[in-house]
């Protein structure tokens, strides 16, 4: 049996940067075959522009008027699949969304639809809905019994429906029964639509599956989630609903009574609002000359008998099938989920970048990918560039006895397998990935229910060894710090595979922790970045022919080797080398003696201010200008598990200059690409920059090899190509 063939229909009205994201969605799902048909409205913002990038992918229509049923008759005539799923435009659904709706179908089903994840895309905003013949709805939830096979006969007072975003028919019986009503400008359109195929005796089936995800965007009738400010559409449906499907069976006087407490439901709500200040009382006054002005017109359109759906010809023939590509086919596939502390759009060190670039690499790879991450608040779940990005308030949870854990790690550690376990359900889950920094995947390691990769960064025990702050808490008996060494000892035992960035890293934690790691279950792939330079708009600022410009981007603490950089460039100086260092970076941390790295520098060198420029944390804009303004770029870091800035300053074609120490050995090939110097040396320090220094077309030879490195061997596509390989050699 051929497979039923689906056309998605979005109708859309100034919305271009959401529908953007709904059909960049649509790619991700799993199901194939199926088309795109997007309806535009009277859109005076980029949706035509967006549009015209989809033309050779999918089906366009137009409606003129601000009628959603007008509009979704349109799409119905596009439409060429066995069955028509509308969405919105302000929505996009989980990857399994059509399996679950295609599945959904047997002989006797007319209208399929599926549950709804509200704006905050954790909480529901619905599972299943029903309604009566007067338009009141009730949303019911599990685990109150499916009211499917109970409410599925012609005639019945209660009827179960679809929400119109996630709603789907099968296209011959819309057809049959003249699509939708276009006298329901908006609001209970999809209703009256299934009560039609309920009475004329077709199944409208509610599944437990098939999710879609609603953010309840702004528009010109609420300005949030659940906060409607214009009702008159809303009034005028309600009551031409009650009219003509409830008048028949129970007369004017039960319409009028159900219509007159919907009113009073609505106005309460409306003064609750006001009274919380969403809104003023114009509001109200609006809503009740609206009442008699909408209820008036719902009459008359009633009583003028005009039927506002179309004939069946009027839909024929639709367009030919316009398959809409997707990125990879279900069975092809893994579902990944990432664990990180930190997250953009929030300013992230290492780790939470690296993560964040892996996340969308396999996501634009066609996996399924998720990030689950601390959040604020409430809970949400939101689809960013392509990965499903769970921000998660941490929870209270008993420590196990017999774990030595600090108690606010294992907090977050158990709110994480929490929702992994929730998702799971949805979507069984193939790998977890944690990093070792505070073994955030504690829980998920201890339950065993999935399986956890280790990403592998430089260790704490390497971080107390080089940075005397740290030590310092450590010999002062802070227990923490003791726990978090062992657990990450644990990690390193019991973990189902280790994901390293090079051999250096395995190395460094293989003697610290005296630990031997299992060959097999170890993975090595290099960090991967994408290019600064593509987001980056206006003009490059130009490196001038005036002192040596040296770049400096890291925390300013003893583990990246501030205080050897900003000896050197006493050095330089002294020896009457031009030289200006700006330090990027976080520069708010204590150093050894209490003072930060740049009070303390600035105090005794008050005559190098000039010379040094400490500018803190910056963003991508001003990271993007200050590396294409540098001569050289200088990473004196005492260990690096890897070394991303490094990576940064090769997409400028700068040359690097690093100590030779951890993973750096690993990117910089000394001579060719860069310049490798013993860590604590000012003088070789200085000796390579003054070389540099003198040689403007040796910069340009070596930074010209960093480019083509870059290039080859660290970009984001390698990268999310090597670690599928490796998550795939540990599943079955």
């Known amino acids: 049996m051929a497979e039923r063939t689906v056309s998605v229909v979005i109708n859309t009205y100034n919305r271009a940067e959401s529908l953007a994201l709904t059909l960049s969605a649509l790619a991700q799902l799993d199901y194939p075959h199926f088309e795109v048909v997007v309806v535009n409205g009277p859109s005076t913002d980029d949706t035509e522009a967006l549009l015209a990038t989809y033309s050779d992918r999918i089906k366009i229509g137009r409606c003129d008027d601000r009628n959603l049923s007008e509009s979704r008759n349109i799409g119905i005539k596009l439409a060429a699949g066995d069955i028509v799923a509308f969405i919105d435009d302000d929505a996009y659904p989980d990857p399994g969304w059509l399996t679950a709706i295609v599945n959904g179908y047997d002989w006797e089903e007319g209208a399929v639809g599926g549950p709804v994840f509200g704006h905050t895309g954790f909480w529901y905003q619905v599972w299943s809905s029903r309604a009566d013949r007067f338009g009141n709805a009730w949303?019911?939830?599990?685990?109150?019994?499916?009211?499917?096979?109970?409410?599925?006969?012609?005639?019945?007072?209660?009827?179960?429906?679809?929400?119109?975003?996630?709603?789907?028919?099968?296209?011959?019986?819309?057809?049959?029964?003249?699509?939708?009503?276009?006298?329901?400008?908006?609001?209970?359109?999809?209703?009256?639509?299934?009560?039609?195929?309920?009475?004329?005796?077709w199944l409208v089936r509610s599944l437990d599956s098939g999710f879609v995800y609603h953010k309840f965007l702004a528009s010109d009738i609420r300005d949030k989630p659940g906060i409607t400010k214009d009702w008159f559409q809303v009034l005028k449906s309600r009551a031409y609903f009650g009219l003509k499907h409830g008048l028949p069976y129970a007369g004017e006087e039960e319409v009028g009574r159900q219509m007159d407490g919907f009113v009073t439901r609505i106005r309460a709500e409306i003064q609750a609002n006001i009274k919380e200040g969403h809104f003023?009382?114009?509001?109200?006054?609006?809503?009740?000359?609206?009442?008699k002005e909408a209820t008036a017109l719902a009459r008359e359109r009633y009583a003028?008998?005009?039927?506002?759906?179309?004939?069946?010809?009027?839909?024929?023939?639709?367009?030919?099938?316009?398959?809409?590509?997707?990125?990879?086919?279900?069975?092809?596939?893994?579902?990944?989920?990432?664990?990180?502390?930190?997250?953009?759009?929030?300013?992230?060190?290492?780790?939470?970048?690296?993560?964040?670039?892996?996340?969308?690499?396999?996501?634009?790879?066609?996996?399924?990918?998720?990030?689950?991450?601390?959040?604020?608040?409430?809970?949400?779940?939101?689809?960013?560039?392509?990965v499903w990005v769970h921000r998660i308030p941490t929870r209270g949870f008993d420590r196990p006895g017999d774990l030595s854990c600090p108690q606010h790690i294992w907090e977050h550690s158990s709110t994480v397998f929490e929702e992994l376990c929730r998702m799971d359900e949805i979507r069984p889950i193939d790998i977890v990935q944690a990093p070792n920094w505070d073994s955030e995947g504690v829980a998920t390691l201890v339950s065993r229910r999935f399986p956890l990769v280790v990403g592998l960064y430089t260790p704490l025990k390497t971080v107390l060894g080089v940075d005397p702050v740290m030590r310092k808490h450590q010999e002062a008996g802070d227990p923490m710090l003791n726990q978090l060494v062992e657990l990450e000892r644990i990690t390193y035992q019991e973990a189902n595979g280790f994901l390293a960035c090079g051999p250096a890293v395995v190395e460094e934690i293989e003697q610290a922790y005296d630990v031997t790691f299992d060959r097999s279950r170890l993975g090595f792939v290099p960090h991967g970045l994408p290019d600064l330079l593509d987001d980056y708009s206006g003009p490059l600022p130009a490196a001038d022919t005036g002192p040596l410009?040296?770049?400096?981007?890291?925390?300013?603490?003893?583990?990246?080797?501030?205080?050897?950089?900003?000896?050197?460039?006493?050095?330089?100086?002294?020896?009457?080398?031009?030289?200006?260092?700006?330090?990027?970076?976080?520069?708010?941390?204590?150093?050894?003696?209490?003072?930060?790295?740049?009070?303390?520098?600035?105090?005794?060198?008050?005559?190098?201010?000039?010379?040094?420029?400490?500018?803190?944390?910056?963003?991508?804009?001003?990271?993007?200008?200050?590396?294409?303004?540098?001569?050289?770029?200088?990473?004196?870091?005492?260990?690096?598990?890897?070394?991303?800035?490094?990576?940064?300053?090769?997409?400028?074609?700068?040359?690097?200059?690093?100590?030779?120490?951890?993973?750096?050995?690993?990117?910089?090939?000394?001579?060719?690409?860069?310049?490798?110097?013993?860590?604590?040396?000012?003088?070789?320090?200085?000796?390579?920059?003054?070389?540099?220094?003198?040689?403007?077309?040796?910069?340009?030879?070596?930074?010209?090899?960093?480019?083509?490195?870059?290039?080859?061997?660290?970009?984001?596509?390698?990268?999310?190509?090597?670690?599928?390989?490796?998550?795939?050699?540990?599943?079955?």
């Open 549 to 732: 410009k040296l770049l400096f981007v890291g925390r300013l603490e003893a583990r990246k080797g501030i205080d050897i950089i900003l000896d050197t460039v006493v050095e330089l100086t002294a020896r009457g080398v031009a030289v200006e260092l700006t330090v990027v970076g976080d520069d708010t941390l204590p150093g050894p003696g209490g003072k930060t790295y740049r009070a303390a520098f600035e105090s005794r060198h008050r005559d190098l201010r000039n010379r040094v420029r400490f500018v803190g944390r910056i963003d991508d804009t001003g990271l993007v200008e200050n590396y294409a303004r540098c001569d050289v770029f200088v990473a004196p870091s005492r260990f690096e598990s890897f070394g991303l800035m490094l990576i940064e300053a090769m997409m400028f074609s700068k040359p690097v200059v690093c100590a030779d120490a951890g993973g750096m050995r690993e990117i910089v090939e000394h001579g060719e690409t860069g310049f490798r110097v013993s860590t604590e040396d000012v003088k070789a320090w200085a000796d390579t920059l003054e070389t540099l220094a003198r040689d403007p077309a040796l910069r340009t030879t070596i930074g010209e090899a960093g480019r083509r490195l870059y290039e080859t061997r660290f970009s984001v596509p390698a990268m999310a190509a090597g670690a599928e390989a490796f998550y795939r050699s540990l599943t079955p």
């Open 304 to 386: 003028s008998g005009e039927d506002r759906t179309r004939p069946k010809e009027w839909f024929t023939p639709p367009e030919p099938f316009k398959p809409f590509p997707i990125l990879r086919p279900a069975g092809e596939k893994l579902h990944l989920c990432f664990l990180s502390q930190e997250y953009p759009p929030v300013a992230v060190n290492g780790i939470g970048r690296v993560i964040s670039f892996l996340a969308e690499g396999l996501a634009a790879e066609g996996h399924v990918v998720r990030v689950i991450t601390k959040g604020e608040g409430h809970p949400r779940v939101d689809l960013e560039h392509g």
């Open 280 to 291: 003023g009382t114009d509001v109200l006054t609006k809503f009740d000359q609206d009442v």
């Open 139 to 201: 949303d019911d939830f599990p685990p109150m019994a499916n009211m499917t096979e109970l409410l599925a006969f012609p005639g019945s007072e209660q009827f179960v429906y679809t929400i119109g975003t996630n709603s789907s028919f099968r296209r011959d019986r819309l057809v049959e029964i003249g699509g939708f009503d276009e006298e329901f400008r908006y609001y209970l359109d999809e209703t009256d639509v299934c009560r039609r195929i309920v009475d004329a005796g």
